[in-house]
């Protein structure tokens, strides 16, 4: 079972919760300080993605985020509930339609993640897809007493 | 923390000085400014990055999408920032190459390359 599960609406302010609860369990699990700002990051752009991923999609599911912690390791894992393909489900006039091309951003986001995180598996299915994403953690020096 | 947003002008210079989290909630806010700027005959702007907390890709989407505005009008969009977490994300995606980025408003104001 994951230390923390969070559900929620497929919404962008809901992003910013999840990015605070990532880096508060991530501190708590040992994650290094200096490396922080990196979860707080991949994972706001992996919930960024589910949230668009859900809205084009027109899921009502909520976005589902794992933080799992484990002995040396602390990992995250996004999941949707989009149909990862046919990659064709929009229609051609939806994306020409869009100037911001919402494509564009996605890969960005993944980008990202990608240039931060050095342990990442994107995977996508016919039933959603997830992104995982591993640090090392260092367990505390000392007992306090 | 929710986006800031306020601009000043210094000569042809549009000021946008930006603060808070930008991210997939605050983006669009700042996509409107920057839009309204260019529609308003503005091409020539400094986002200042300086009282950012927070940056990631849907904001950079946004710089991105403010540059090809202004460079339709033969304008120019130049960052302001100091910050080492905010420049690691413009290095990751390889926007150092496409955004002139300086250290001060002055700075960006002054420059003409």
């Known amino acids: 079972m994951a230390t923390v599960e969070l559900r929620f609406s497929a919404l962008p302010e809901h992003v910013r919760t999840a990015r ?10 040992g994650v290094d300080e200096a490396v922080l700002d990196e ?11 589910a949230v668009g ?12 985020v794992l933080l ?30 869009d100037p911001d091309a919402e494509t564009e ?36 020096a000392a007992t306090f007493t | 923390m929710d986006l800031s947003l306020s601009t000043e002008t210094v000569g042809d210079r549009t000021i946008v000085r930006v603060g808070g989290e930008i991210d997939v909630y605050t983006a669009p806010k700042l996509r409107e400014q920057l839009v309204e ?14 009282g950012v907390d927070f940056l990631d890709s849907t904001g950079l989407g946004v710089l991105v999408g403010g540059l090809k505005r202004v460079r339709a009008h033969e304008g120019s969009l130049r960052l302001v920032c100091n910050q080492e977490r905010i420049l690691k994300i413009f290095r990751i995606t390889c926007l150092t190459k496409v955004f002139p980025i300086h250290t001060s408003v002055e700075e960006a104001v002054a420059a003409t390359d």
């Open chain 1, 20 to 29: 605070l609860v990532a880096a508060a369990v991530a501190r708590r699990a």
């Open chain 1, 39 to 49: 979860v707080r990051l991949a994972v706001g752009e992996a919930c960024t993605r």
């Open chain 1, 53 to 64: 991923l859900h809205q084009h999609g027109g899921i009502s599911a909520p976005v589902k």
């Open chain 1, 68 to 97: 799992i912690e484990e002995e040396k390791q602390f990992s995250i894992e996004v999941g949707d509930e989009a149909p990862h393909a046919p990659v064709q489900a929009r229609s051609a006039d939806e994306v020409l339609g």
């Open chain 1, 105 to 140: 951003e996605d890969e960005m986001g993944l980008a990202v993640i990608s240039g931060l995180v050095d342990d990442v598996e994107v995977s996508a299915g016919e039933n959603g897809g997830s992104i995982r994403m591993r640090w090392p953690t260092t367990p505390p």
């Open chain 2, 37 to 50: 700027l260019v529609n308003d005959g503005s091409f020539h702007l400094v986002v200042d990055m300086e």
